[in-house]
């Protein structure tokens, strides 16, 4: 089964989010999805918005582009510190990451 299926076939909008407090500066994630995620100078990783702007607030969220969903998820699976979670909008329940089922 292909990730798009296991995120579900509804065309459901995933979010992405870092834990700082559990990244450990690998920058795995941005290898994997630079349009996605970037290392910032205090060696922390953080997610992207879509017009390319790192957002550092605490639990700042950024939508996973369909394109780049398989890209993403492998971050999450190869992260770590297990600090990567992917999560639905609609009910917020990670499909992705540590805290997924």
């Not at 349009?35 to 017009?51: C, H, N, P, R, T």
């Not at 950024?62 to 770590?80: I, N």
């Amino acid at each position: 089964m292909s990730v798009q299926q296991e995120a579900g076939s509804g065309g459901e909008v995933l979010e992405v989010w870092i834990d700082q407090d559990l990244c450990t500066g690998d920058g795995i994630c941005a290898q994997y999805a630079p349009a996605v995620f970037e290392l910032d100078i205090d060696g922390l990783a953080y997610v992207k918005s879509s017009d390319d702007v790192m957002l550092q607030d605490r639990g700042a969220t950024t939508p996973v582009p369909l394109p780049l969903l398989t890209d993403v998820v492998d971050s999450a699976r190869e992260c770590p510190g297990e600090c990567i979670h992917v999560r639905r909008v609609s009910d917020r329940v990670e499909v992705y990451g540590p805290d997924s089922e």
